[in-house]
């Protein structure tokens, strides 16, 4: 089995209607180690042994939050500066993150349409969250594509909140089981509900081989 880490980052909690329910589905999870950045650190005081303790200890790394202006919030983003160090993640002697999963788990308010180049936003999801990409290639992370859910606003309205909260649950499960197919998953741009790849018959193991590269509206997102 492999060791699952969730970073949960959001600030906006009390206003969440997704995101606090799948974290706290997540956290339930055996074999997942579930963190709340903005509960362990609400005055950004990051203790950076103990992050990179964690990072060390496990075999897939996820990044789960809302899009806050196109990016992470605020404190993830100072997690990845000052935990993320050279010597430790990237350049001379920093290997310690190499052949480990990266997989960010987001949400986002505006409709799917708005993340297309002849959308409002004027760009695909995946291309906002490159530099995500980019650090996991830096790190010799294999970056797996973003599980999204678009107008999360709506999910609970619609219906589509609890069946992607249990998409989730199913996606966490087969990384920890080692029963997802990477090669064919790192081939989609974005995961979603239907999870089309997950199941027992074509497990993949990890490996250091790294994935292809792939090429908001400003509402908050919950």
Not at 72 to 92: I, S
Request: proline share 5%; hydrophobic share 45%; charged share 20%.
């Amino acid at each position: 089995m492999a060791r699952v880490l969730i970073l949960f980052a959001h600030p906006g909690q009390r206003h969440s209607r997704l995101n606090v329910r799948m974290a706290h589905e997540a956290r339930m999870l055996d074999g997942v180690t579930f963190v709340d950045l903005y509960a362990d650190y609400p005055r950004f005081n990051i203790d950076i042994d103990a992050e990179q303790a964690r990072l060390v200890a496990h075999d897939v790394v996820i990044f789960q939050f809302p899009i806050y202006w196109y990016s992470v919030p605020a404190l993830l983003k100072e997690w990845q500066d000052l935990v993320l160090e050279y010597g430790f993640a990237y350049g001379q002697s920093g290997s310690k993150l190499a052949g480990k999963l990266f997989l960010p788990v987001v949400t986002t308010g505006g409709a799917q349409d708005a993340y297309r180049e002849e959308g409002s936003n004027h760009f695909r999801l995946r291309t906002l969250l490159s530099p995500l990409e980019q650090t996991a290639s830096l790190c010799g992370m294999r970056f797996l594509p973003p599980f999204a859910l678009f107008s999360a606003h709506d999910s609970a309205a619609d219906g589509r909140g609890d069946t992607h909260i249990a998409a989730y649950l199913r996606l966490l499960s087969a990384l920890r089981d080692e029963t997802l197919d990477l090669d064919a998953v790192s081939r989609l741009e974005l995961l979603d509900d239907d999870l089309p790849l997950i199941g027992t018959s074509h497990a993949s193991t990890f490996s250091d081989t790294p994935p292809s590269p792939i090429g908001i509206t400003a509402r908050i997102s919950e």
